[in-house]
């Protein structure tokens, strides 16, 4: 590819619109939010540009920092079940025949073209009380208790009771794998697809079993979709407020919700920009550690 130092106004020109959309609907607003980190609601509706630190000096308040602790450990924990779980996803596509991986593909993505509200109420609809999951095991349940009846053991099993699925860590884990599985196995399969697959057929016929070239070669090679994965995925399970809302209980809500809550029903928009750049230096910091990490291995192949 040419350098576009030998055509710097090709350049420029192409960028603009680009570089235009980034200023005006992406880094502007961002400044109005960073300034507004700094002021102090004044009145109902009014808020003053003080510069105070105080919005940040709140935000560092124990009660806040377990909320973010909390939220981390839920987003970090989704994103290793989205790895444990879209690695072999992301495998099963790459070697798959041509013919389906359009197809398969397709599958993964299919979900983007509901509305998250709706896929959200779809999975209170399955694990509520009375809902699929507990219908399918009351269903086996009482198939079970037949079945020892006809036997003569009746009465040997206990009635059912339904398992509380809803409104807890449990629920609001399995809602964020649902929908950040997506962003976590198409990196994957990017990666994957462009490994070169005489590595793995090599290290099979060397010698190695299927788990050690799985770790000593796959896994490697498909460490940059790995680390892109991960930071597309931890990154909006962290900031995520409407699943904890409707799949969480009173123990569940995020540093999203409290975010969420200060710009609506608190009005209190400075501490809630204060709360969402506390967020945004985090990111920073999960970016700049990605940085570092394609910055290395690129060090590294050039040795």
């Known amino acids: 590819m040419e350098s576009w130092k030998r055509n710097p106004l090709i350049f420029l020109l192409t960028s603009l619109p680009a570089a235009f959309w980034l200023l005006v609907f992406f880094l502007i607003p961002l400044a109005f939010v960073w300034v507004l980190s700094f002021g102090e609601v004044a009145g109902i509706v009014d808020i003053a540009i003080t510069w105070t630190l105080s919005n940040y000096a709140r935000a560092l308040d124990p009660l806040y920092l377990g909320i973010l602790w909390q939220s981390l450990w839920i987003a970090a924990l989704t994103t290793v079940i989205c790895l444990v779980v879209g690695f072999p996803l992301a495998m099963g596509i790459s070697f798959a025949p041509s013919r389906w991986k359009s197809l398969l593909l397709l599958l993964i993505i299919l979900p983007f073209w509901t509305n998250l509200l709706i896929r959200t109420y779809a999975l209170i609809a399955v694990l509520r009380r009375n809902g699929y999951v507990n219908d399918t095991l009351a269903w086996f349940w009482s198939l079970a208790d037949r079945a020892l009846a006809a036997i ?152």
Do not use: C
Not at 256 to 264: D, L, P, T, V
């Open 152 to 303: 003569g053991l009746g009465g040997v099993l206990p009635d059912f009771v339904p398992l509380d699925l809803l409104y807890n860590h449990g629920a609001v884990i399995y809602g964020l794998v649902y929908v950040h599985l997506p962003f976590m196995v198409l990196p994957l399969y990017a990666a994957l697809e462009r490994m070169d697959k005489s590595y793995v057929e090599a290290s099979l016929d060397l010698g190695a079993g299927q788990l050690r070239t799985l770790f000593s070669v796959t896994v490697p090679l498909a460490m940059p979709g790995i680390v892109s994965g991960i930071i597309i995925t931890f990154i909006p399970a962290l900031g995520t407020f409407l699943t904890p809302i409707l799949l969480g209980g009173p123990d569940s809500q995020m540093i999203g919700n409290i975010i969420e809550r200060q710009f609506k029903s608190a009005n209190d928009w400075p501490f809630g920009a204060a709360l969402s750049f506390l967020l945004m230096y985090v990111t920073f910091g999960a970016l700049a550690l990605r940085a570092a990490f394609v910055s290395r291995r690129r060090d590294a192949e050039a040795l």
